[in-house]
């Protein structure tokens, strides 16, 4: 005979599970749990943008989160401050990582559950969305003995995925490729990968002075911060190392001039420096029901304002089952890369401002990410206002 605590227990665990089943089938890389007043409020995240779904009744609400911090290893009666936790659940036979955090709120913890879904992200360049063109100048870069080459975008525009997806490409028996990251996200198979613990005083400076008597050919750094790491990644990439990493900027001219301002010399840039990568991630219109539509008022104004004077067919996506509604299903990045030629370098020396570095990449012909943004509206694998939200 079964008790009410144990049927509450039982039905507890099967929220749970199909909340993550739910969440893994709809490809969605976090999930967010809002307690209210009368409520829980679920929302998950697809390709970028929160989607409210069906709410966990207040009944059952506290043990649904107790039941994730107990899977994530966390404290259950400590309330009060945050928390971070982790576990691997097996989805399809295949093993899938959740991060997990909470954070005190008014009605309770709020807590957001991170997918690290290692098939998903087992992406390769050719799959990322590069013009042909520009994913053989990255090929070329990245098969350099040495150098330092960057990428860079906002939180959450795909950088550690590209980054992954050219370790993947690099990777061999007769090359050792180690990774500092804060945190490691998915596991490289044959690369050694490690987690960044400022607490403990492993930082990213002392990291890669670390790696560098570890006999490295190839380091991925996760964020250059400050001048300290990025001095000594420069000096690493001086050395006879290929390294990689990401800056937080909005293009690729940005980047150059984020080194300078952080006090790096323009003849260690000019001597390390091989390229940058700037990229932004936008959803792709579901091929299942994406049709071409009329211009409206909105959109010639969204043109004026992205300065696009073509006359280009715009697409949409209807909404079907495939893309559970929204007109969109995955995303492609849109990409600038910027590639130190001599020209460039001889500019660098005389420490220019902005306008003159985006002068001389626009001589060189640099396809900027509004650029290739286009090129993929043409190709109506995007829409307008996707376009316009990641570059307005």
Sequence with gaps: MHTVASMQNHSVVYHVDALISGAIEKAASDIHLEPTAHHLRIRFRVDGLLYDQPPITSSIMQQVVSRL?????MDIAEKRIPQDGKFTLSFEDKPVDFRVSTFPSLFGEKMVVRILDRAAHAMSLD????APAMLERINEISQKQSGFFLVTGPTGSGKTTTLYAILSALHAPEKNIITLENPVEYNLEGITQGHINTEAGFTFEKGIRALLRQDPDILMVGEIRDRETAGVAIEAALTGHLVLSTLHTNDAPSAVMRLMDMGIEPFLINASLSGVLAQRLVR???LECREPIERTELHEHLLKKLSIDEDIQLYAGRGCAWCDGLGYRGRIGIFELL??????RALIVSHPDFDAIYEQVRRDGMHTLLQDGVLKLKEGVISLEELA???I
């Design 127 to 130: 799959q990322l969305g590069f």
């Design 69 to 73: 911090k107990v899977l994530a290893q």
């Design 339 to 344: 590639v130190i030629n001599q020209a460039f």
């Design 389 to 391: 939200r990641v570059m």
């Design 284 to 286: 792709k219109l579901c």
